[in-house]
């Protein structure tokens, strides 16, 4: 390994010495990754193959002594530092330009406590894995949808899923994490020991250090009745009305989401979808209506494992296509959202895209944490997907010019882990992430990490 060129926090560039270099690889049981390295271009990917980064070392901690060792290290020379977790970041953040990465991706440890509904995750862990781990032993917690998304950057961004309307969101669920924060120290933090720092890690992002663990509180979780109804876009309008008014009206134990998708035979339609978590047999009189509102073009809703749920979407959002994402928090779904939503699908850029309405409410109304937007009954996700990155311009315009049109109907909140990219989605997204709760995260985050070192993420700046 020869000298090496690195971007600091700062933005400039300087050189560390091979000697320097050498001494933190030999320092860690897990790889350090550098530009000469074979396995170099692939350590560098993310999800998002519109995000192309060019890190300067890639270390990928074997243990929580490598995390503090890479954490001092980036302290020591002033480096840029991004964390990676399941590197499934619109943004990708997970990912920085010419500095450290601290990529998660070898610490995926899990261990169910079946008796007392607990599970301690290692901070690399994917949905999938984590779902699989706590079915087996009949339990689960609010979790992302995609089974390739990673638990850190989901849960500490709050947390969205299909248990979400009966259980909260993801960071509810949280008891406590592992945290080797900007100083190299790893603190357990909980409702009792740092508990500002907690209430700051649940919806304040990857501000505050690397966690190395993560244990949630668990629950029974059988089969539920779940799946999509599909309609077609000529009722598209009429369709959304009845979810609007169908999901305002929803039970403790049902969550729903609604959406526009193009099929694979290229023809539109609506999708309504519902998780129902309790009683098959009263699942079903409840999701009735939904089945029975028109003349349905598929229905998929039956009783399933939670993880063929978990697995579901899985082929909508392809790892290393082109990605762009915006979204919108809705107190309600107006008639003219709705028509604005609609009539902009109808000229949609890329078949791939999908704009659709994740309930929010519920128990994720009732948590005390830094997630800032627990009024809202929705989240209103747009996601722009396409192939070929010559096309970028055109599906990124399409996004943007949704999103300003339904302005006037959203909350002017946004979700942390929604937020499209740092260049265009500036200072004025990131205070609409963290919303009132941004004065109370801007004072931890000086106490915590006062330097910025945790700045490759929807940053929180330090005050003074
Ligand atoms: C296909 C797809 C489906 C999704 N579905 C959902 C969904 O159902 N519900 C929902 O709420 N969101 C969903 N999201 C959004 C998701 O929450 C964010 O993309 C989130 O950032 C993913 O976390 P990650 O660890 O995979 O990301 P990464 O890109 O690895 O990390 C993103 C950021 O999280 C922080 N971070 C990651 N790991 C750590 C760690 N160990 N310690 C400290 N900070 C860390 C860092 O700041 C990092 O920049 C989805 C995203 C995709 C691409």
Known sequence: MADLRVTTTRGVDTVLKEAVVTAFKQSLRGPLIAPSDDSYDEARRVWNANIDRRPSLVACPAGVADVMHAVNFAHEHHLLVAVRGGAHSFAGTGVCHGGLVIDMSLMKGIRVDPVRHMVRAEGGVKWGAFDRETQAFGLATTGGTDPDTGIAGLTLGGGFGWLGYKYGLACDNLLSVDLVTADGQM????????????????????????????????????????????????????????????????????????????????????????????????????????????????DQIRPMAYTALQSLMDTAYPPRNQYYQKDHFLREISDEAIDIVVEHFARVSSPLSIPFFQQSGGAM???????????????????????????????????????????????????????????????DQIRAAYGTNYQRLAELKTQYDPTNLFRHNQNIKPTG
Do not use: M
């Not at 598209?236 to 998708?261: I, M, W």
């Open 365 to 427: 109304r009732r948590g005390n944490t830094a997630y800032a937007h627990r009024a809202a009954l929705y989240n209103l996700v747009l996601t722009a997907q396409w192939l070929d990155p010559g096309e970028s311009e055109r599906h990124v315009r399409w996004t943007r010019e949704l999103w300003q049109a339904l302005r006037p109907y959203a909350t002017g909140g946004v979700y942390v882990n929604h937020i499209g990219r740092e260049d265009e989605d500036g200072a």
């Open 187 to 298: 603190r357990i933090v909980s409702d009792t020991e740092y508990p500002d720092l907690f209430w700051g890690l649940r919806g304040g992002g990857g501000n505050f250090g690397v966690v190395t663990s993560f244990e949630y509180r668990l629950h029974p979780v059988g089969p539920v009745l779940a799946g999509l109804v599909l309609y077609p876009f000529a009722q598209a309008k009429e369709a959304l009305q009845f979810y609007r008014d169908f999901s305002s009206a929803t039970h403790e134990e049902l969550t729903t989401y609604a959406g526009l998708l193009t099929t694979p035979d290229e023809a539109k339609v609506v999708a309504i979808g519902v998780c129902y978590v309790g009683p098959l047999a009263e699942g079903e009189r409840l999701i009735a209506p939904v089945r029975r509102f028109g003349l349905p073009l598929e």
